[in-house]
Every structure is written in structure tokens, then in C-alpha cells.
Antibody
Framework: EVQLVESGGGLVQPGRSLRLSCAAS????????MHWVRQAPGKGLEWVSG????????GYADSVKGRFTISRDNAKNSLYLQMNSLRAEDTALYYC????????????WGQGTLVTVSS | DIQMTQSPSSLSASVGDRVTITCRAS??????LNWYQQKPGKAPKLLIY???SLQSGVPSRFSGSGSGTDFTLTISSLQPEDFATYYC??????????FGPGTKVDIK
């Protein structure tokens, strides 16, 4: 059974940093691209960042470019999101998601970890 | 960047109704269009991928169509468990995916 479990969220002050993790199991992690998607309270889904299976290709939404860094450790079956210079507008539930294959859709999602940026 | 729009933003419907949601891309995305359903407090669930392919386990009352810039999600006979928010997503731009703003389907 595929499982994605996010952790690392919490309350953080504006301008500070936070690192999210996503532990994957139930599939061959290094076969698939992975992504982070966030959802602000009461709002829609926003794609944040994605990384290819071998970390050779990485993409970011304009809203986080230069502040967030995605990475993965295939030996640990883990995905990460380093978030620096956090802003109030980064407050959201952060999901990690697995790509179904190729340039495909997100076929599995975690339950999300909540990040709240507030003083 | 590719922008996605959806219409309507919300709709009210009754059980048994046929429901159609439209998604439009700002440029051609071929068939790289996916649909998700999200219920309150839950993670999104993949319904349709590659514009018209039904994800395993998804009821056949859900269908998708379109290519290029215009796409539709159709629910042939709305069921109580289908009241949710639906999002389209383009996966044409490698590692620069975007979602539509969502369509909330609620009970009339």
C-alpha cells in the first residue's frame, strides 16, 4: 500500500525557516517524480514544487522561487521542502504527492502538514 | 506559465443530475489534463488523467473529454458522495504544474 506521510509543519514567525519531510513507502520511490502542493485555509490547491526521480529536474512556482528548495533522498525514501524567508501568505496545509508516471498526474497524496506563519 | 481557469466556480445540483464542469488552459496542453475531487478535510483524489482516462477505482459516471485548451469533466448522474470541490490540473509543462481554481458542487 502506498503511503506518504508529511511532517515538520508548525507555527513559525515571518522571516524564519522550516523544513518539511515526506516519508514514502509501498512503492519504488526512486522510480517516480514527487511534488509539493499547498492549500491555504479555505482556498484552492496551489502547486509548489516538483522534483524528478533522480533530482535532475526541479521546478518551483513563482510564489516560492528563491525561497523554497525541494530535495529528495532516495536511499531514505524521503522528500523534503526547505522553506526560508517565510511569509504570512505561505500559511497552508502542505501535501506531498507522487506522480503516476511519465509527466502524469498525482496518483497518491499524503494527509498534509500544516504550516502557520505568524508573529 | 500556463494558467488554468474553471467554470463555473460553484454550482448547485440535485442527486441524479448530469453535471458538467469546464476547464480552459491559457495555451495548448494537448491531453495533459487531470481532474481531482476533494472533500472537506481530505486530500485530493485523482479522478481522470490524460483528459479522458478514468483512474482505477473511480466510478464510470465520471468522464472527461477535450484536448488542446478546452476540457470538460462530466458526472452523468450525481450521487450524494459526489458533492465536493473539483480541480483541473495541467501536467504539460514538465515540473511546472498548475491547478485550476476549483469548482464547488453542492446540494440544491
Amino acid at each position: 500500500e502506498v503511503q506518504l506521510v508529511e511532517s515538520g509543519g508548525g507555527l513559525v514567525q515571518p522571516g524564519r525557516s522550516l523544513r518539511l519531510s515526506c516519508a514514502a513507502s509501498g512503492f519504488t520511490f526512486d522510480d517516480y517524480a514527487m511534488h509539493w502542493v499547498r492549500q491555504a485555509p479555505g482556498k484552492g490547491l496551489e502547486w509548489v514544487s516538483g522534483i524528478s526521480w533522480n533530482s535532475g529536474s526541479i521546478g518551483y512556482a513563482d510564489s516560492v522561487k528563491g525561497r523554497f528548495t525541494i530535495s529528495r533522498d532516495n536511499a531514505k525514501n524521503s522528500l523534503y521542502l526547505q522553506m526560508n524567508s517565510l511569509r504570512a501568505e505561505d500559511t497552508a496545509l502542505y501535501y506531498c504527492a507522487k506522480v503516476g508516471g511519465g509527466v502524469g498526474p498525482f496518483d497518491y497524496w499524503g494527509q498534509g502538514t500544516l504550516v502557520t506563519v505568524s508573529s | 506559465d500556463i494558467q488554468m481557469t474553471q467554470s463555473p466556480s460553484s454550482l448547485s445540483a440535485s442527486v441524479g443530475d448530469r453535471v458538467t464542469i469546464t476547464c480552459r488552459a491559457s495555451q495548448s496542453i494537448s491531453s495533459y489534463l487531470n481532474w481531482y475531487q476533494q472533500k472537506p478535510g481530505k486530500a485530493p483524489k485523482l479522478l481522470i488523467y490524460a483528459a479522458s482516462s478514468l483512474q482505477s477505482g473511480v466510478p464510470s459516471r465520471f468522464s472527461g473529454s477535450g484536448s488542446g485548451t478546452d476540457f470538460t469533466l462530466t458526472i452523468s448522474s450525481l450521487q450524494p458522495e459526489d458533492f465536493a470541490t473539483y480541480y483541473c490540473q495541467q501536467s504539460y509543462s514538465t515540473l511546472l504544474f498548475t491547478f485550476g481554481p476549483g469548482t464547488k458542487v453542492d446540494i440544491k
